[in-house]
């Protein structure tokens, strides 16, 4: 395969990045693709995608109950369901690597006796085929030492292969936020 990052080319791949859409729960899909880290989190519901579909956090489900660290559980099940998006449930063809999550916002927001946290995020990565290429041109060159190698060329092309795109994620933290 030929080098392409046109901007026709990375707006194809960035369309092909779509949320998951499936009926198994993200709890039991958590459990068996990280099974290190994954398999009893303290939660239930949806995706998250949608405030209607919330990842719900249940209190009595968390390590130490009475004091429930969900912020931290946030990033991490946020990071899961990314990895989920860009590599897991894709083609292998199709994968992206060098993954990178920023957080761009967080509001808390109450919806009648319910509380939410809602983030937004920054997701930055590249399709497998331009992280090789440009890891194998990275390497082949002493990591950037070589003479002659064209740094500023380099760093061009990987500006030009990166894929960012928003995704946001709602949790309903009803059950563990400020409550004694």
Known sequence: MEWDASPERMADLRRSI??????????????????????????????????????IFLRNHFPTPLAPDFVRLEYHIVQKIIYEELIIYRAKDSRFSGTGLKLKSQQLVTDGDKKYDCLNFTVSCWSDFHWDSLKKEWEDNDCGQRHGFDLIGHMAKRQAAQIDYERQFWFDITDVFDRP
Not at 36 to 43: E, G, V, Y
Request: hydrophobic share 35%; charged share 25%.
């Open 18 to 55: 779509d949320p998951i859409l499936t009926d198994i729960p993200l709890r039991e899909v958590l459990a068996q693709d990280f099974p290190r880290d994954c398999t009893s989190l303290p939660i239930s519901g949806g995706w998250g995608y949608t405030q209607r579909e919330a990842i």
